[in-house]
């Protein structure tokens, strides 16, 4: 009974023994319960980690399995162009200051670069003055840079098979959205709202922006692979990984996208 229908000692009530006494019964607060189909915080914790195990499980099998390929290919880079077989590059990784929940700490990261930089590896594919006096763009199709056997490794994407090693030192996802260059991401920054919500998770070889989209070439190319990236962002878990990967082959093969 509330506070309202309570009668103070000073009140007497006397009532007609003809009147009707109506019984009201107990409240009994509802049941509060989560959804079935909602997943609780250690759900979606533990599918983040099966997808982080199977992800690592797939760079060291893809590893062991290709590793005479990319000696044959690190051969051929060698013999047919002149250069350093691999290409290294500073790309913008996974946003700490975003997952922690908190402002960093760490008095080294004075400039928010967006999220952590970190070195990845390719197969060089392009000559070694690629980029003399242009600086840090876009690859374009039929791009004069690129050598005649980097042209072949781009399209079957065979030049990104060192990333698998960024994989396994906890750089990268075998899927994930890709990560892109400094200079290249702070321009993105200030001119596509949400872009830098891509960085919420680790960058990746493949994903779901890669399997449906072609090489970015402009910025309204980024806006639509931007729209893949944030769907993959609300899907990503063990299961949604495994699709993508399944789906990559295809990809691959028929070379969709590459050049």
Excluded at 9 to 18: G, I, Q, R
Excluded at 70 to 79: F, Q
Excluded at 97 to 126: A, L, S, W
Aim: charged share 25%; aromatic share 8%; hydrophobic share 40%.
């Amino acid at each position: 009974m509330s506070t309202n229908d309570q009668k103070s000692p000073m009140e007497t009530y006397a009532p007609d023994p003809n009147d009707t006494v109506m019984t009201r019964a107990p409240f009994v607060p509802p049941e509060i319960s989560r959804p079935a189909e909602t997943p609780t915080s250690t759900e979606a914790s533990v599918d983040l980690a099966a997808a982080r195990a199977l992800n690592v499980a797939v760079a060291a099998l893809g590893v062991l399995l290709t590793a005479p390929v990319m000696l044959v290919l690190a051969i051929l880079i060698k013999l047919t162009s002149r250069g350093p077989v691999f290409y290294t590059q500073t790309r913008i990784g996974l946003c700490t200051r975003r997952v922690n929940g908190r402002p960093t700490t760490d008095r080294r990261r004075v400039k928010d670069f967006g999220g952590r930089p970190f070195t990845i590896y390719k197969f060089r594919t392009m000559r070694v003055d690629a980029e003399a006096g242009v600086g840090a763009v876009w690859a374009s199709q039929d791009d004069p840079r690129v050598t005649a056997l980097g042209k072949i490794l781009r399209q079957y994407r065979l030049d990104e098979l060192p990333q698998l090693f960024n994989v396994l030192k906890g750089d990268m996802n075998v899927v994930g959205p890709r990560p892109e260059r400094p200079a290249i991401f702070a321009k993105l920054r200030e001119e596509i709202p949400d872009y830098h919500r891509r960085q919420h998770t680790l960058p990746g070889i493949t994903g779901h922006a890669q399997i449906n989209q072609e090489y970015d070439t402009s910025v309204e190319s980024v806006r639509t692979k931007l729209a893949f990236d944030l769907e993959y962002l609300e899907r990503r878990g063990f299961w949604e990984d495994l699709k993508i990967m399944l789906r990559t082959f295809p990809v691959v093969f028929l070379r969709r996208g590459g050049w």
